[in-house]
DNA sequence: CCATCAAGTAACTGTTTAGTTACCGGCACG
DNA sequence: CGTGCCGGTAACTAAACAGTTACTTGATGG
């Protein structure tokens, strides 16, 4: 109830105390949303269920309502967390120490990376568009979160174009969503592409192969 | 039961005839597919309806179970025609008749404004991968239907090496790649692409510049 | 050692869902 | 004329579902 300094202390001496983990509030809340996730990810909105999200994080649907509220605010948490997880990552990398060429080709290479590494990322973007971005547009913490993305791209960009290595058309948003299309497409829908190319795509051969192709075309598309 | 002369002779007359329209098995049927294809378009697999699909078909459970038997056949019959359509209308193109850049030029278009006008086939795309292809897999009538497409692309892309124009290197199945990607991840992802970015990629200016964008990029890509 | 309070459990509720069954009505044919 | 068949209706059922409530457990501070 009343969060004096005397609570206060206490809190800080039970967090720092070995405990018997028969409770961990911290712990059952993560295990929740990483459950979540992964079952948001495998089966959609629609067919997520919320006992199984409960069962996978070792607890019971009590707990996920009384950390999340509903069904419905812990999918837009697990979106969140995806979204500043890959731009987190991405602000990292410091494209804008390199020179232009091998910065574009580093942004191409890292979002690739990504997305083979993160594939629940790319079902839960999937699942957030089927439904027109019914639940991203009402997050409140996301607005910010991207636009540092394309304000270094777009420098990056200019420094090629003064250095007469890109053209003047290229055009920051552009670049990225050249990038993002190529990785996005072919881990997505690798599944009907395979089966209808009857071509494997996922063999490492495959992917080392189009991770090249990506950093080819996207260069290719803006060099002079 | 028995498909005699007699019995043939008169479905015919009975086809031709002006009737109450209280009974059209054919109109039926085509209704529960067309409103089954939006239904699964807009909800996916776990999120779709079949109370919905037959009231958007104007129609009853009981005939949508008559005609397709369940909830997954009936999606797989949905997933079937989507592609089915594509293909056919690509088929049409004749892409081999024209010279190679033209070709591969009218190829991208092809694809951009068919995917454009045909929202639900990206979707239900979607929603197959985010179940790793297990219905498409199950498909006997559309292992062939793909290889005619690769089969016309590769000989454009040969005429174009041999014509001096293409890079030895351009593959087949890679340029089809690209095409779709930059297509398909454009338009499924409009909704949080343009939440996130702040500016509406839908804009008949914008879906100009994209078309162009694609055609440049995959040009770009394979030529010498 | 007892009172308190939060973490956690499990059984329950009202609703929704895929799939079924019992029935209706008109048409073709004997 | 009446019988069987087929397109179509609507009410039903069993299971699954999101969300709730009554309860247990165990650590802590007095």
């Given at each position: 109830m009343n969060d004096t300094g005397e609570s206060a202390k206490k809190k800080i001496k039970r967090a720092s105390t070995e405990r018997t983990?028969?409770?961990d509030p911290e712990r059952t809340r993560a295990a929740i949303l990483e459950a979540a996730t992964r079952e948001f990810a495998e089966n959609g909105m629609g067919g997520a269920r919320v006992d199984a999200i409960a069962e996978r994080a070792g607890t019971n649907k009590r707990m996920l309502y009384h950390y999340f509220g509903d069904k419905e605010q812990l999918y837009l948490r697990v979106l969140e967390e995806a979204y500043v997880g890959i731009r987190t990552a991405e602000r990292a990398l410091?494209?804008?120490?390199?020179?232009p060429e091998d910065a574009i080709g580093e942004l191409a290479l890292f979002t690739w990376r990504y997305f083979l590494q993160h594939p629940e990322f790319l079902s839960l973007l999937g699942t957030e568009n089927l439904h027109r971005a019914r639940w991203l547009r009402q997050?409140?913490?996301?607005?910010?979160?991207?636009s540092h993305l394309i304000g270094e791209l777009s420098e990056v960009l200019e420094e090629g174009k003064k250095a007469g290595?890109?053209?003047?058309?290229?055009d920051p948003l552009n670049v990225y969503l050249t990038i993002a299309s190529l990785g996005y497409f072919y881990l997505s829908n690798q599944y009907t592409l395979s089966t209808i190319f009857g071509?494997?795509?996922?063999t490492p051969d495959n992917l080392d192969a189009w991770e090249r192709h990506i950093v080819h075309v996207t260069l290719a598309s803006i060099k002079r």
């Open positions: 983990a028969q409770r410091n494209i804008g120490t390199r020179n997050s409140v913490r996301l607005k910010e979160l991207h290595v890109f053209s003047e058309t290229a071509r494997d795509l996922i």
